[in-house]
């Protein structure tokens, strides 16, 4: 009877362990999010809870090509930024709901405070951050209409 016991248990063990792996496989192999302009696209990291927007580009020495950090908001509203302990310059772009282009700020580094803060046209549910001057170099402007993959 014992013997049964841990047989089922060890069962159990195996297929919650195996659960577990296939859970996590699946997280990790899901395909990037991507946001697109024409025929640019970009691969997101997003950024979506409080912790994660504290962060962001925070101390990070560079930023690749092709490569853009979303912040997604629970509102639609005007959210302001600002580039304290931001190293590299950067491309930052307010989108409302429908990914359409509100407003487009080129943020340099902040080397003193209080630094400067930017802030948009209007109310937006996005803001995504590009490598410095991106924006000049594939044509994107206030009203244009980016794709969310």
């Not at 487009?104 to 948009?120: V, W």
Request: net charge positive; aromatic share 14%.
């Amino acid at each position: 009877m014992k013997s049964n016991r841990k047989i089922i248990r060890f069962f159990i063990m195996v297929f919650l362990l195996a659960v577990g792996v296939f859970l996590s496989l699946h997280k990790h192999s899901s395909s990037p999010r991507e946001l697109c302009y024409q025929s640019h696209c970009f691969t997101l990291e997003i950024v979506d809870t409080p912790a994660s927007m504290e962060r962001w580009l925070m101390f990070r020495k560079s930023l690749p090509a092709h490569y853009g950090m979303l912040f997604v908001f629970q509102d639609i509203s005007v959210h302001d930024f600002w580039m304290k302990n931001t190293l590299i310059p950067l491309d930052m772009v307010w989108l409302d709901k429908n990914f359409t282009v509100v407003d487009i700020k080129h943020a340099i580094p902040c080397i003193q405070d209080p630094c400067s803060i930017y802030h948009p046209q209007g109310p937006s549910s996005y803001v995504v951050e590009f490598a410095w001057w991106t924006t000049k170099t594939i044509g994107l402007s206030e009203g244009a209409q980016m794709i969310y993959k």
